[in-house]
């Protein structure tokens, strides 16, 4: 069976907080031939690691990492990069993948009020604008 992960089972992965849940999602991503995580369950992974759970931006690029290792995870890696080199540079991993994914429909310039989002999409030479 080829599984979508819902946030809440990657978070549970992640956070072994719950040890039910945990073994639960564990067998279920075990037994899986594939498993499918998109970019929202991704940008809300991130998310919810950094606000809820005070999670520092190195852990968190380093969950995501090992969840892109594993071997039967399908997920979208350009935009993974995308948003952990945001991630990286202190601006939000979402906003790397609305970046990027906005290139791939043919979007031309980012355009944001996040100053630090425009920025490190300029340093990494994507057009980017900031609206004021």
């Known amino acids: 069976m080829r599984i979508v992960a819902d946030t809440n089972v990657l978070l549970r992965l992640v956070l072994a907080d719950d040890p039910e849940q945990y ?7 075990k037994r899986a031939e ?3 995580v998109t970019n929202v369950s991704l940008c809300e992974l991130v998310w919810t690691l950094r606000n809820s759970y005070s999670v520092s931006r190195e852990a968190v690029a380093a969950a ?3 969840l892109r290792a594993t ?3 399908v997920l979208d890696n350009a935009a ?3 948003g952990l080199a945001m991630l990286r540079a202190g601006a ?3 906003d790397g993948v609305i970046a990027h994914e906005g ?4 979007g031309g310039t980012f355009v944001s009020f996040d100053k630090k989002a425009v920025a490190v999409q300029a340093n990494h030479g994507h057009p980017a604008q900031l609206l004021m």
């Not at 073994?23 to 991503?29: K, N, P, R, S």
């Not at 290139?103 to 043919?106: F, M, Q, T």
């Open 23 to 29: 073994a639960t999602a564990l067998e279920a991503v």
């Open 34 to 36: 594939a498993v499918v």
């Open 64 to 66: 995501v990492s090992d």
């Open 71 to 73: 071997a039967h995870v």
């Open 80 to 82: 993974v990069d995308a």
């Open 92 to 94: 939000d991993f979402a």
């Open 103 to 106: 290139r791939c429909l043919g």
